[in-house]
T-cell receptor, first 114, second 113 residues
Framework: AQKVTQAQTEISVVEKEDVTLDCVYE???????LFWYKQPPSGELVFLIR??????QNEISGRYSWNFQKSTSSFNFTITASQVVDSAVYFC???????????FGSGTQLTVLP | DGGITQSPKYLFRKEGQNVTLSCEQN?????MYWYRQDPGQGLRLIYY???????QKGDIAEGYSVSREKKESFPLTVTSAQKNPTAFYLC????????????FGQGTRLTVV
């Protein structure tokens, strides 16, 4: 079965704090792809990052960083020095093997307070 | 600018009515998708299409129908058979290939009145 779990439903932090959003996935396929999307209040999902199952290198993009660990089936997302504009719902998603559609986690609502 | 356009942004439906949600893309993507989002939940796949004149059911296709007569367009009809249609609907598209990211429209919020 293919599944994505985001156990944190809601997180609140104060501006400038670091925050990590957890993502755990399940798949039997050896080839798969993991994604993070941001959904601001406007509703549109904004693509943040893609990682394939053969590339376990962590990635940093500005204040964003991602930690991919196959041993624990996790693909966690850290925002450093959070800002109010980071407030949104964040989704982790999985695409496996030859499938075309994405399987989404239930999302984490992040609120950054000024 | 290239992108995905969904219309309308808000839609109200009376009980027993069919309504059609529009999705147009000018990204020259082959694959298009419809997802449903309920409060506090992730996105669930309704239908998807990889080429013109072909589409497949997703996880929650009952009560919905689609067509793909043009590469750019993938309209979704919510029929009266859908018992709980109030939700946020998102259309997406991507190039063929499992490693490509999907691009999303701004969504249509459907409410049954």
């Amino acid at each position: 079965a293919q599944k994505v779990t985001q156990a944190q439903t809601e997180i609140s932090v104060v501006e400038k704090e670091d925050v990590t959003l957890d993502c755990v996935y399940e798949t039997r396929d050896t080839t798969y792809y993991l994604f993070w999307y941001k959904q601001p209040p406007s509703g549109e999902l904004v693509f943040l990052i893609r990682r394939n199952s053969f590339d376990e290198q962590n990635e940093i993009s500005g204040r964003y960083s991602w930690n991919f660990q196959k041993s624990t089936s996790s693909f966690n997302f850290t925002i450093t020095a959070s800002q109010v504009v980071d407030s949104a719902v964040y989704f982790c998603a999985l695409r496996w093997g030859s499938a075309r559609q994405l399987t989404f986690g239930s999302g984490t609502q992040l609120t950054v307070l000024p | 600018d290239g992108g995905i356009t969904q219309s309308p942004k808000y839609l109200f439906r009376k009980e027993g009515q069919n309504v059609t949600l529009s999705c147009e893309q000018n990204l020259n993507h082959d694959a298009m998708y419809w997802y449903r989002q309920d409060p506090g939940q992730g996105l669930r796949l309704i239908y998807y299409s990889q080429i013109v004149n072909d589409f497949q059911k997703g996880d929650i296709a009952e009560g919905y129908s689609v067509s793909r007569e043009k590469k750019e367009s993938f309209p979704l009809t919510v029929t009266s058979a859908q018992k709980n249609p109030t939700a946020f609907y998102l259309c997406a598209s991507n190039h063929q290939g499992a490693n490509t990211e999907a691009f999303f429209g701004q969504g249509t919020r459907l409410t049954v009145v």
